[in-house]
């Protein structure tokens, strides 16, 4: 089993950049699909960007495509989100996930129902 924690959340102003990172524990991170997601207060939680095993394959939500990119360094067990260009509504609690099901690609790398590990989540807050 795999322990997630998240780290890199804070305060910044519309328009700046925060570096998210999900380091893993207790098992190697490469033996999982990694994901994000982000839960604001009162909304669901919602999928931002996933990675798969290699690193070779991403795929992101559409509100974040061309400002947020995911990656990971395996050698360092950990998953990265950099966030460009931050908005108001990027405000959220941003969570990282471990999906240790079969290989796959685009629209089901967002899909919550496969992520078998979660962590505790970090804050991003974005002011206007």
């Known amino acids: 089993q795999v322990q997630l924690v998240e780290s890199g959340g804070g305060f910044v102003q519309a328009g700046g950049s925060l570096k998210l990172s999900c380091a893993a524990s207790g098992r190697t991170l490469s033996a999982y699909i990694v994901g994000w997601f982000r839960q604001a207060p009162g909304k669901d939680r919602e999928f931002v960007a996933a990675i798969s095993r290699s690193g070779g394959s991403t795929y992101y939500a559409d509100a974040v495509k061309d400002r947020f990119t995911i990656s990971r360094d395996n050698a360092k067990n950990t998953v990265y989100l950099q966030m460009n260009s931050l908005k108001p509504e990027d405000t959220a609690v941003y969570l990282c996930?471990?999906?240790?099901?079969?290989?796959?690609?685009?629209?089901?790398?967002?899909?919550?129902?496969?992520?078998?590990?979660w962590g505790q989540g970090t804050q991003v807050t974005v002011s206007s």
């Open positions: 996930a471990a999906d240790e099901g079969p290989a796959t690609a685009g629209q089901a790398m967002g899909r919550m129902s496969r992520y078998d590990y």
